[in-house]
């Protein structure tokens, strides 16, 4: 089993709509949670982080959190097309060195 | 500029050469990270550093050197060049568990 799990997708979505992209991990230890999204040929760019269960807003952005699931999800309101990318989930787990444990990302297609 | 800064951003190489990818950050972030990305397997992290002089293993280490003798940088270098070599290597920098890329090298390995 993989330590963080993604659809690879690619999802696609019309525009105005709302994307879910969806996140599974295997340590129950882990802390924080981590939301990059990475246009091609770009290097990954950090977009939300969440470290309590929940729902955490930003904007368009709303990250989601189930540690008893061991589950967290990414909501992406009103897409654009220029939400079109791959997006990494991360984890890190409960040792105090700094190492993000990456998924293999899930492709966002946003049509106009 | 402030940032992370990763040369060259293209490289092709013969089988057996030795390689040096550089990294530079100017924001003084402890941590640093070498991470390669491959189809199919997502970002696999090689080296980390915590601090100049402290570097440890990742996950797929083999054929991978790193140093750091200042905190600013932290040079990866394939010691003998091997076509599985052949990736997209980013760099990183993190003070608060947070990540921060720089642009990438794309290493071909002929």
């Known amino acids: 089993q993989k330590e963080v799990e993604q659809n690879s997708g690619p999802l696609s979505v019309p525009e105005g709509a709302i994307a879910s992209l969806n996140c599974t991990y295997s340590?129950?230890?882990?802390?924080?949670f981590f939301w990059y999204r990475q246009y091609s040929g770009k290097s990954p760019e950090l977009i939300m982080f969440?470290?309590?269960?929940g729902d955490k807003e930003d904007g368009r952005f709303t990250a989601q959190l189930n540690k008893a699931s061991q589950y967290v999800s990414l909501l992406i309101r009103d897409s654009q097309p220029s939400d079109s990318a791959t997006y990494l989930c991360?984890?890190?787990?409960?040792?105090?060195?700094?190492?993000?444990?990456f998924g293999t990302g899930t492709r966002l297609l946003v049509s106009p | 500029d402030a940032g992370i800064t990763q040369s060259p951003r293209y490289k092709i190489t013969e089988t057996g050469r030795q390689v040096t990818l550089m990294c530079h950050q100017t924001?003084?972030?402890?941590?640093m990270f070498w991470y390669r990305q491959d189809l199919g397997h997502g970002l696999r992290l090689i080296y980390y550093?915590?601090?100049?002089?402290?570097?440890d293993k990742g996950e797929v280490p083999d054929g991978y050197v790193v140093s750091r003798s200042k905190t600013e940088n932290f040079p990866l270098t394939l010691e003998s060049a091997t076509r599985s070599q052949t990736s997209v290597y980013f760099c990183?920098?993190?003070?608060?568990?947070?990540?921060?890329f720089g642009p990438g090298t794309r290493l071909t390995v002929t």
């Open positions: 924001w003084s972030h402890s941590y």
């Open positions: 550093s915590a601090a100049a002089d402290i570097t």
């Open positions: 340590d129950r230890g882990s802390q924080s």
């Open positions: 969440i470290y309590s269960n």
């Open positions: 990183a920098s993190s003070e608060s568990g947070q990540l921060y």
């Open positions: 991360a984890v890190k787990g409960n040792t105090g060195f700094q190492k993000l444990v």
